[in-house]
C-alpha cells in the first residue's frame, strides 16, 4: 500500500509542476538559510562549552557602591588571588591571566604573539590539552613558556621545540626562555585566544604590584571545591573584602556612596565561566546578553515558519483541482485515513526533496556565508547528538503539522461538494490568518533593516571628535624604543609634503589591525572626593595630528620641559573635578607628586559610541611607553602617503611586521557585530518577503480560479479592468494592513529596546515603520496584481465558459 502512496504521489507531483517546483524552491531556500543561520547561533552558544570543568570554573568580580551607583569591574590587583586563596575557603584552584603581545625572537626571526600571563592552576582549570610536554605542569619553572603547535610551526618549522630557547621583550629588556610544552591548538569557539603562554610572575608590572591593592590590570578566574556554591563563596569573601579594601571602604563612605542590599560596600561576585563571552559593559554594570545568537534562532524560525505557511497555502491552492479526485476516491470506497496518509505522502516526499536539497545547497554555500558573517562556524556544530536529535524532531513536527494540515483538510472533504467540484470557501480564516503572520513577521524584518542600516551608517558618520579619515595608526610592535620609532618617522617623514602630522599614543583609537581595543582607568582624591578617570599617555602633537579642539589653555610642547607633570583633561573630567576654572589646578594622583592641569579639550569618542563620553586624562610621561603611532596625511593622497608610510616603517623596525590602518578603518572593525545582525536581518527580510510573495502567488491563483464566472459577470455589464483588478486584490492588501498594525508596535518596543544601548543613537522615526509598510504593500500587489490582471483581461466568454 505504501508503494502504491508513493507511486501515487509521485504522478501528482509530476502533474503539477508548478506548484511543486515553487514548494521545492520555497523550502530548499529556507531549509539551507536556516541550516547556515542555526549552525551560526549554535557556534556562539558553544563558546567555552568544551571545558571539562566548566561549571564550576568562574570568573571573579568586584562590585563598588560609589555615589553615582554600582560600578563592577574585572580588574583585579596582584596579591588579590594568593590571599584569596589562602584565607576564604571553598577554592579549588585558582590564576591570574591577562593578555598582552609579545615580542619573540628566535634566531632571525622576529614575531608579535599574543601571549597570555598565567598561573599555574590556569591549565588545571582549562581543557587546553598539552601536545608534547608535561601535562600535569607546563611550566617546568619561572622562565619556561608554552606555546601552541600552530606557533611552534612559525618559529621552529618541523623541529622539535621542546628545549629551544627563544627571547621575550619584556619592558626593555629581551629575556630567554625556554619552550617547556607544546598546546593543541586552541578551538575557535574559545573566549580565550594566545599563541603562547608566560607565567605570570614574568610580566612586566608584576614585581613593583607585589603588595599593592589599587592596581588592577589582570582578570582572576576560580575553580570552586565541590559542594561550595557561588552564593556561599561569595559571603564567605565579606569578611576578606571589608579587611583587604577598609581604607578604599572608608572613602566610599565618605563620599556619600549607600550600601547593597547584604550592607557591603565592596562586594565580590562569580560570573559563570561559559557566561564570560556574553559579557557586555554598561553603565559601570557586567550585563551577560545571549541575544545575539538568540536573535539568529529566532530569524531562521521565522524563515521556516513563512515557507510551511506557503506550503500550507499552495496545498490549499492546488486542491482546487483535486475535488473530483477525492470525491470520486470517497465514493469508491476510500477512508479518511487512506486520504489522508495518500496526501501526506505527497507533502512528505515534497519536504524530504527539500531538505536534501537544502543540506546541499547550505554547504556549497557556507565559505562565502562564513566570509560574509565574519564566522568560524562549520557544519560540524550541528553534528552533536543532542542536536541532531533536536533537528530531526524539529523537522518531523514540521513535516506532521505543515504537510498534515492540508492532507486533513482535503480528508475530510464532503463526498458530494467535492464530486462538484465545490471547495468551502468559508474555511479561509486559517488561510487569512497565516499571510498576516507572514507579513507581520516581513514588517518586522524590514523595519529592523531600516532602523539598523539607519544605526549603523550614523556610528560611521558621526563626528567622533577626531579625524578619523586622515589619519593612520601604526603598532609600535618592534624592539626599538617607542619614543625614538616615533622621532625616527618624523625624521623619516619630514621632507614628503604629504605627510602633515606624526605623534604617538598608549592606546589605539577604534580596533586596528593587531585587534587591541583597550582604555586604562585611573582613581585618586581631589578635594576630599574620590575621582575616577581614564587615561592616555600621549607624545606631542597629538591634538594637532588628530585635530582635536583645544577650549582652553595650551597642550604637550616640547618648549616645556615640565610637561611630564602636566595635564590635558577633556570636559567630561572637568565635570568630574567639579571645578568651574581647572586651568593651573594641582592635583594629587600619586602621594607624593603633584600635576598641574595646563590645557582642556572638547570631549570626543575615545571608546566605543555605546557608551557615554567619559572624564579622560592626556599626560606626557617618556617613563611612559608609547604603543601606537599616529601619522596625518593630505587629502586627496591617501593610498599614496600610506605606501610611502609603509616603506619608512620597513627602514626602521626591517624585522617588525607594517600592521598600520586608517582611524576609520579601526571605528568600522569595532563594529562588526552590528554590521553581522544588518546584514543577517536584511538578508532575513528579503528572504520573508519572497517566501511570502511566493505564498500570495498561490493564494491568488486560487482567487482567480474560483471567481473566473464572477469576473465574466462583472465584464459583461460593465465593470472595467483596472475595478475588476482592484476588487481581486483588495482582500489581500487589508490582510497586509493588519500585518502592518500588529508588525509596527512589536518592531517599535524591540527596536527602542536595541537602540538604548547606544549612548548615541538615531531617533526612532514613524517613518521607518511607515516605510515598512509601504513596501510591504507594494510588493504585496505587485505579486496578486499581475495574476488578477491578466484574469480580468480575459475575453468575458471565455470566463463564462469555465463553469
Known amino acids: 500500500m505504501y508503494k502504491l502512496f508513493l507511486k501515487i504521489a509521485w504522478r501528482n507531483l509530476l502533474k503539477n509542476k508548478v506548484f511543486t517546483l515553487a514548494n521545492v524552491i520555497g523550502l530548499t531556500l529556507a531549509f539551507a538559510v536556516a541550516i547556515l543561520l542555526s549552525m551560526t547561533a549554535l557556534f556562539e552558544l558553544s563558546y567555552d562549552q568544551f571545558h571539562t570543568n566548566k561549571d564550576s570554573i568562574y570568573q571573579l568580580a568586584l562590585s563598588n557602591q560609589t555615589p553615582k551607583g554600582t560600578r563592577t569591574s574585572t580588574a583585579s590587583p596582584v596579591p588579590l588571588a594568593p590571599s584569596l586563596k589562602n584565607e576564604v575557603p571553598g577554592i579549588k584552584q585558582i590564576t591570574r591571566a591577562v593578555s598582552e603581545d609579545a615580542l619573540v625572537t628566535y634566531q632571525e626571526k622576529e614575531l608579535v604573539l599574543d601571549a597570555h600571563y598565567v598561573d599555574p592552576d590556569f591549565f588545571a582549570m582549562f581543557s587546553y590539552p598539552i601536545v608534547l610536554g608535561n601535562g600535569n605542569h607546563p611550566f617546568s619553572d619561572k622562565r619556561s613558556v608554552a606555546i601552541t603547535e600552530r606557533t611552534s610551526q612559525l618559529l621552529f618549522g618541523d623541529t622539535n621545540a621542546i628545549g629551544k630557547t627563544i627571547y621575550l621583550l619584556l619592558g626593555k629588556e629581551d629575556r630567554p626562555f625556554t619552550i617547556s610544552s607544546i598546546l593543541k591548538d586552541l578551538p575557535t569557539n574559545s573566549s580565550v585566544d594566545f599563541q603562547i603562554a608566560i607565567p605570570f610572575e614574568n610580566h612586566s608590572d608584576y614585581a613593583e604590584n607585589l603588595d599593592v591593592w589599587d592596581s588592577n590590570f589582570h582578570e582572576v578566574y576560580v575553580e570552586l571545591d565541590k559542594g561550595v556554591s557561588a552564593d556561599q563563596f561569595e559571603k564567605n ?316 589653555g595650551r597642550t604637550f610642547s616640547p618648549e616645556f620641559k615640565a610637561d611630564s607633570l602636566s595635564l590635558v583633561i577633556n570636559q567630561a573630567m572637568v565635570k568630574e573635578l567639579n571645578e568651574t576654572d581647572p586651568i593651573s589646578v594641582k592635583i594629587m594622583m600619586d602621594d607624593s607628586i603633584a600635576y598641574t592641569v595646563i590645557g582642556v579639550i572638547k570631549d570626543f569618542n575615545f571608546q566605543k559610541i555605546t557608551k557615554e563620553i567619559e572624564p579622560l586624562t592626556l599626560f606626557m610621561n617618556r617613563d611612559w611607553d608609547l604603543y601606537y603611532a599616529y601619522v596625518k596625511v593630505a587629502p586627496g593622497t591617501l593610498s599614496k602617503s600610506f605606501e610611502f608610510l609603509k616603506t619608512a616603517w620597513e627602514k626602521i623596525e626591517p624585522n617588525a611586521e607594517f600592521q598600520g590602518s586608517f582611524l576609520d578603518e579601526n571605528i568600522d572593525r569595532t563594529y562588526r557585530r552590528e554590521k553581522m545582525m544588518t546584514t543577517i536581518i536584511t538578508s532575513g527580510s528579503i528572504l520573508g518577503i519572497v517566501l511570502s510573495c511566493i505564498g500570495l502567488f498561490a493564494i491568488s491563483l486560487l482567487v482567480v480560479a474560483q471567481r473566473t464566472k464572477e469576473i465574466g459577470v462583472r465584464k459583461v455589464i460593465g465593470a472595467s479592468v483596472s475595478s475588476i483588478t482592484l476588487l481581486l486584490t483588495k482582500d489581500f492588501l487589508k490582510l497586509v494592513g493588519v500585518a502592518f498594525v500588529i508588525a509596527t508596535p512589536i518592531a517599535w518596543y524591540a527596536l527602542n529596546q536595541w537602540l538604548q544601548g547606544y549612548a548615541f543613537h538615531i531617533s526612532l522615526s514613524v517613518w521607518f515603520f511607515i516605510g515598512a509598510g509601504l513596501l510591504a504593500t507594494v510588493i504585496a500587489f505587485i505579486t496578486v496584481g499581475g495574476k488578477t490582471l491578466k484574469a480580468a483581461s480575459v475575453n468575458p466568454v471565455d470566463s463564462l465558459r469555465t463553469e
Not at 617623514?493 to 605627510?499: R, S, T, V, Y
Not at 602633515?500 to 586596528?512: K, Q
Not at 574620590?530 to 577650549?551: A, F, P, R, S
Request: proline fraction near 3%.
Open 237 to 552: 569573601t565579606w569578611e576578606f573584602t571589608n579587611m583587604h579594601y577598609s581604607e578604599n571602604i572608608e572613602n566610599l563612605v565618605r563620599d556619600g556612596a549607600q550600601p547593597d542590599a547584604n550592607n557591603q560596600y565592596k562586594q565580590f561576585h562569580l560570573l559563570p565561566y561559559t557566561d564570560v563571552h556574553f559579557v557586555s559593559y554598561a553603565s559601570g554594570s557586567i550585563q551577560v546578553q545571549r541575544t545575539f545568537p538568540y536573535l539568529i534562532l529566532g530569524i531562521s524560525f521565522l524563515i521556516i515558519f513563512i515557507a510551511c505557511a506557503n506550503f500550507i497555502n499552495m496545498n490549499i491552492a492546488l486542491s482546487e483541482k483535486r475535488l473530483k479526485e477525492i470525491g470520486m476516491r470517497k465514493t469508491l470506497g476510500a477512508i479518511k485515513g487512506q486520504l489522508f496518509f495518500q496526501f501526506w505522502t505527497e507533502s512528505l516526499l515534497i519536504f524530504v526533496t527539500a531538505l536534501f536539497l537544502g543540506l546541499v545547497l547550505g554547504n556549497l554555500l557556507i565559505d562565502p556565508f562564513k566570509i560574509l558573517f565574519n564566522t568560524e562556524a562549520t557544519l560540524a556544530n550541528l553534528t552533536k547528538p543532542s542536536i541532531l536529535l533536536g533537528f530531526f524532531v524539529a523537522m518531523f513536527l514540521i513535516i506532521f503539522i505543515a504537510g498534515g494540515y492540508p492532507a486533513l483538510l482535503l480528508s475530510k472533504m464532503n463526498t458530494l461538494r467535492a464530486l462538484k467540484g465545490k471547495w468551502e470557501m468559508g474555511k479561509n480564516g486559517i488561510r487569512n490568518v497565516l499571510i498576516v503572520v507572514q507579513f507581520v513577521i516581513a514588517i518586522i524584518l524590514i523595519s529592523g533593516t531600516l532602523v539598523l542600516q539607519g544605526q549603523l551608517q550614523f556610528m560611521r558618520d558621526k563626528d567622533l571628535g577626531y579625524n578619523k579619515e586622515q589619519v593612520i595608526s601604526i603598532p609600535l610592535n618592534g624592539k626599538k624604543d617607542s619614543y625614538r620609532v616615533i622621532n625616527l618617522l618624523r625624521e623619516e617623514l619630514q621632507n614628503n609634503p604629504n605627510i602633515l602630522e606624526v605623534t604617538g599614543a598608549d592606546n589605539n583609537l577604534g580596533r586596528g589591525r593587531d585587534g587591541s581595543l583597550s582604555t586604562s582607568k585611573w582613581g585618586f582624591d581631589h578635594k576630599q572626593r574620590g575621582v575616577t578617570t581614564n587615561i592616555l599617555t600621549v607624545d606631542h602633537d597629538y591634538l594637532k595630528t588628530l585635530d582635536i579642539e583645544l577650549l582652553s
